[in-house]
């Protein structure tokens, strides 16, 4: 299997908030092999444990969360339109002409007003969520009934495309840190290391919360994807991360605020390993690390994320680059995490 093939087929496989199976489906089938336990807890999420040739000195969890962004369908109108809701956080700017896929097998486009019908103070401004529709060609609402109803749910139709150096496809948030995190178990760490691949980030976080009060580790590492705003338009102030310069750490967060020993940790081990890295460079957005690292008594928390433009997309970009450094900087903190004393 390629490099990225793995990869490939995470993003391609269907797997809403709450609807993760067919991502589970992969990566039980990856792991099971090379794991010494797997558990499957209640809400979904796979906690597997792979053994070291040393005990560490402070027990690590390692985190990725297998759900994307998507939609899903809550009405169907008397002309056959299905209405629906995110879920997730998505731009509705994004939304209008899109091609979705409800439930695997129906395709479907994101429908508006026709531009010539639009009112004065309409025009140059994006449609609120509600206005939309998603239109599977169906003309009735007995017709759409036949295979479509409410609670059905949507998710982009996308590429998967590996030229320039760059990896562009749906859901790279967070399969890309699913296929780190496999491959991490494959390769075998120093230590005894729980890797936690998690459900329903995108709606509240809640699988990471379950998962961290089961394992009740010592620390973790949240494994992601944020926002690069390396684009036209955007001054280098704000760009936020960079694509091609390498993992992002993040000091703190709209949910988190990460333990700075572990930040000037991972900086530390980076520039040691010659593993190119990035800071964080805003407090914006969130991630598993916020139910992580509040669990219980409190877990020392870092998290190490590759930069993506036009994340929570149909199309998503990361560096072929930085998913590398990404996997070498992963090994090199988690090795150090466990081989330190917690406290």
């Known amino acids: 299997?390629?490099?990225f093939e793995l990869l490939r087929e995470l993003c391609g496989a269907h797997g809403i908030s709450g609807r993760e199976d067919a991502v589970r489906k992969i990566i039980l089938r990856e792991i099971e092999p090379v794991a010494d336990s797997v558990e499957l807890t209640p809400l979904g999420n796979i906690i597997a444990v792979k053994k070291g040739l040393k005990r560490p000195k402070t027990s690590l969890m390692l985190d990725a969360h297998m759900d994307e962004v998507g939609l899903i369908v809550t009405d169907i109108t008397d002309g056959g339109l299905l209405k629906f809701a995110s879920v997730?956080?998505?731009?509705?700017?994004?939304?209008?002409g899109k091609t979705v896929w409800i439930e695997e097998k129906i395709p479907g486009v994101?429908?508006?007003?026709?531009?010539?019908?639009?009112?004065?103070?309409?025009?140059?401004?994006?449609?609120?969520?509600?206005?939309?529709?998603?239109d599977i060609g169906a003309g009735s609402r007995a017709e759409?009934?036949?295979?479509?109803?409410?609670?059905?749910?949507?998710?982009?139709?996308?590429?998967?495309?590996?030229?320039?150096?760059m990896v562009k496809s749906k859901?790279?948030?967070?399969?890309?840190?699913?296929?780190?995190?496999i491959e991490l178990m494959k390769d075998g760490l120093p230590y005894d290391t729980t890797f936690v691949f998690s459900v329903q980030e995108e709606v509240g976080l809640n699988g990471a919360k379950?998962?961290?009060?089961?394992?009740?580790?010592?620390?973790?590492?949240?494994?992601?994807c944020t926002t690069a705003a390396d684009v036209a338009g955007v001054d280098r102030e704000k760009d936020v991360c960079r694509v091609g310069e390498g993992?992002?750490?993040?000091?703190?967060?709209?949910?988190?605020?990460?333990?700075?020993?572990?930040?000037?940790?991972?900086?530390?081990?980076?520039?040691s390993a010659k593993i190119k890295c990035q800071p964080k460079r805003a407090v914006a957005g969130g991630n598993n690390a916020g139910a992580i690292f509040?669990?219980?008594?409190?877990?020392?928390?870092?998290?190490?994320?590759?930069?993506?433009?036009?994340?929570?997309?149909?199309?998503?970009?990361?560096?072929?680059?930085?998913?590398?450094?990404?996997?070498?900087?992963?090994?090199?903190?988690a090795e150090r995490i466990a081989e330190t004393d917690s406290v």
């Open 294 to 333: 509040s669990s219980r008594s409190g877990v020392r928390t870092a998290a190490v994320s590759l930069p993506c433009r036009y994340l929570h997309s149909p199309v998503g970009v990361i560096s072929q680059d930085d998913y590398a450094e990404a996997k070498k900087l992963l090994a090199v903190l």
């Open 171 to 181: 859901a790279l948030d967070d399969r890309a840190g699913c296929a780190l995190l």
């Open 88 to 96: 997730g956080g998505i731009d509705r700017r994004v939304l209008p």
């Open 110 to 134: 994101v429908g508006a007003k026709p531009i010539h019908l639009l009112e004065e103070d309409e025009k140059g401004k994006s449609v609120p969520m509600k206005d939309l529709y998603l």
């Open 247 to 271: 993992p992002v750490l993040s000091f703190m967060d709209r949910r988190t605020v990460y333990d700075r020993d572990y930040y000037n940790l991972a900086f530390e081990a980076a520039k």
């Open 144 to 165: 759409a009934q036949q295979c479509v109803r409410p609670g059905d749910a949507v998710v982009f139709d996308s590429v998967f495309d590996l030229s320039h150096g």
């Open 1 to 3: 299997m390629g490099r």
């Open 210 to 224: 379950t998962a961290a009060f089961a394992v009740n580790p010592q620390a973790a590492i949240a494994v992601e």
